[in-house]
């Protein structure tokens, strides 16, 4: 008796359980509008990136910001290259550096402070220029003293 009513409890827990509301599975919510999304943002949704696209096309060089620690050095050339700007400078500890950066506007001969807190990236080949530096300092820009 005990055995038929412990099972009856166990038929009963299971249709219980059975008819419980599932949670319904929902489309994902659609992607906002592009034409809500603010200047620059990159496509959402469905849109189509084009993978030979330059991601940094667009992008500008900036100043280096208050606090952020830099050395001096004097531009000794630079070469204009699609959206980029590469800068050999001569430092004031007589060490040649390497930059690439957004395109800028800068002389040979001029001024310049660079951050010291960005690791550089040994033997990279630029295919636009066809050349592989041994050390290069990718940055978001440098500061032209005057």
């Known amino acids: ?14 249709l219980a359980s059975g008819c419980q509301d599932k949670p319904k599975t ?24 084009d993978p030979k696209a330059d991601p940094h096309a667009g992008l500008k060089a900036t100043s280096v910001p208050k606090g952020i620690p830099t050395k001096k050095a004097t531009v000794v050339q630079t070469i204009d290259a699609d959206v980029y700007t590469y800068i050999e400078a001569k430092g004031d500890d007589g060490k040649t550096v390497w ?19 960005v690791p550089p990236i040994t033997n990279f080949t630029s295919k636009t220029l066809k050349k592989t530096f041994e050390s290069i300092l990718f940055l978001q820009g440098v500061t032209i003293v005057k």
Request: charged share 20%; no cysteine.
């Open 1 to 14: 008796m005990k055995a038929a009513v412990i099972i009856g409890m166990i038929a009963t827990l299971a």
């Open 99 to 117: 930059m690439a950066m957004p395109t800028i506007k800068v002389a040979k001969g001029a001024k310049i402070e660079y951050p010291t807190n």
């Open 26 to 49: 929902e489309a994902p919510a659609k992607q906002q509008a592009a034409a809500t999304l603010p200047e620059g943002h990159p496509p959402v949704g469905d849109a189509k990136i």
